[in-house]
């Protein structure tokens, strides 16, 4: 369990399938995110078995995002493709139940996993990427330190047209940089 002031990260159970269920699907929140097609239970049981086993193997480090104060599963968040060798990995994140949006919790989910990919799994360079309309993604990510290296441009078919896509990352020398100066 990864603990911060108001939220934790923790691993996902079969026990939050209704909560996911409740909120995943919702297009307000899939607009934003690679896969918008709607997923079914079944789906959902098989993606948490999945994170258990990416997680035994080191491919990737799933985790809900739980409020500290209600115990409530608000989102999910992850380390993806992790590369040893190179020590990169990709970062995606949903808040899926959206009261919970625009409240800094986001921002301090991002920074806990942040923390745990520099400090403990010793990873060099977090990415992520993030569509053009994403305003409110954008200004988490640069809130919290990524910066912007790149575009695809067109990258991404949504509504109806195309959209390009921002590459941002994320060093494990500006981590420590920022660190020293808290
Ligand atoms: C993106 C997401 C994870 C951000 O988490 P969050 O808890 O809502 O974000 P935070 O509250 O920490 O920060 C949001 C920031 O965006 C700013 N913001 C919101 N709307 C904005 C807009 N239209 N333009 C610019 N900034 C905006 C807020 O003011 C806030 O910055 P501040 O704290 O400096 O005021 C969450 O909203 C979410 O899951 N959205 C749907 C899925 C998604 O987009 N995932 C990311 C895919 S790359």
New binding site residues.
């Given amino acids: 369990m990864l603990q911060g002031k108001r939220v934790l990260l923790r691993g996902l159970e079969l026990e939050d399938l209704d909560e996911i269920m409740t909120h995943w699907n919702d297009w307000e929140?899939k607009r934003?995110?690679m896969l918008t097609i709607p997923h079914s239970r079944q789906e959902e049981e098989e993606f948490i078995r999945s994170t258990w086993r990416d997680r035994q193997e080191g491919k990737a480090y799933i985790f809900g995002i739980e409020t500290i104060q209600e115990k409530k599963l608000i989102?999910s968040l992850g380390l993806h493709n992790v590369d040893w060798r190179n020590r990169t990995a990709e970062f995606?994140?949903?808040?899926w139940n959206k009261q919970?949006?625009?409240?800094?919790?986001?921002?301090?989910a991002t920074s806990l996993t942040l923390k745990y990919a520099f400090e403990q799994l010793n990873l060099n360079r977090v990415e992520?990427?993030?569509?053009t309309f994403?305003?409110?993604?954008k200004?988490?990510y640069t809130?919290v330190g990524f910066q912007q290296n790149g575009k695809r441009r067109k990258a991404v078919f949504r509504d109806g047209t195309y959209h390009d896509e921002f590459l941002m990352d994320y060093l494990k020398e500006e981590w420590d940089k920022a660190a020293k100066s808290h």
């Fill in positions: 929140v934003f995110l989102g995606g994140i949903a808040i919970y949006w625009e409240q800094g919790l986001g921002a301090e992520l990427r993030v569509f994403n305003e409110r993604a200004a988490m809130k």
